[in-house]
């Protein structure tokens, strides 16, 4: 499948896989100071996601697969690669499946356990919005807050919006399939699968995604990992904190 990519910067190939119902583009603005240390950034877009293809078929094994042909068509190898949340899961498999292509991998605030599905409020609402109606993006943040109360997580949301004519909006991700494969956002990294290399895993330190018990499976699945907290911030910690986020990733990367 052809991912669509984001590319600037040069130097060492560095890697960013958005979250659930987001795009790469949510990571131009600390890709852009990343880049600045001499990397050449890719924000990729996943499969269902931003304006890569769409496809009923949507797994993890897929979505690793999908960044090796990335990988392959680009000619990238020795790559930094950082994922947060559904991207943090695609990232794992990926490096247990793929590590020879990897330099250094960065989990953001997920790990490789289980996670019970926790998006149907949002995936109601996004499935509520009748673009025969609603003309534009306020209309639609109304529309939304009914189901999504955090102005945050509507604004990220919206993000999807495009406009598909001059008259008519609609979203650029595959809702259809996401809502069809949806149990498979939580899967976990199968227990026998390890990745050897240097590893930092983010966690917000008011997040509930990785819990101080989960730190025991991580090192055990990412023998080289060190855990770092991100401090006065949750799930979405790169943009919570910036500052700290970007500090811990620069100090990894170079080290």
């Known amino acids: 499948m052809r991912l669509h990519a984001n590319v600037f910067g040069e130097g060492m190939p560095f890697l960013i896989l958005h979250g659930f119902l987001g795009m790469g583009d949510n990571w ?12 050449q950034m890719h924000l990729i877009d996943q499969r269902n996601h931003g304006r890569s293809q769409h496809s009923d078929a949507f797994n993890y094994q897929l979505l690793a697969s999908d960044l090796l042909e990335y990988c392959d068509s680009n000619n990238l190898k020795d790559v930094i690669l950082l994922g947060h949340s559904m991207g943090g899961k695609t990232a794992m498999f990926f490096s ?47 529309a939304l807050s009914a189901y999504v109360r955090d102005i945050g997580v509507r604004m990220f949301l919206m ?11 609609g979203l650029r991700m595959n809702l259809d399939s996401l809502i069809q494969n949806s149990s498979e956002i939580g899967v976990e990294l199968p227990v026998d699968t390890m990745y050897k290399g240097e590893t930092l895993f983010l966690k917000g330190a008011k997040s509930n995604y990785i819990l101080n018990e989960d730190e025991g499976r991580i090192i055990g699945q990412f023998p080289r990992a060190r855990i770092n907290e991100i401090s006065n911030a949750g799930h979405w910690l790169h943009a919570e904190n910036p500052a700290e986020f970007l500090g811990s990733v620069l100090e990894f990367i170079k080290n």
């Open 28 to 39: 131009k603005t600390l890709a852009k100071k990343i880049s600045e240390s001499g990397y």
């Open 96 to 142: 247990v499946n793929y590590p020879e292509l990897l330099k250094k991998l960065i989990i953001a605030d997920i790990g490789p356990k289980y996670y019970p599905l926790h998006h149907q409020d949002i995936l109601d609402g996004l499935s509520s919005l009748d673009f025969d109606v609603l003309k534009s993006r306020g209309e639609v943040d109304k």
């Open 159 to 169: 993000k999807n919006l495009y406009w598909k004519d001059k008259n008519e909006l």
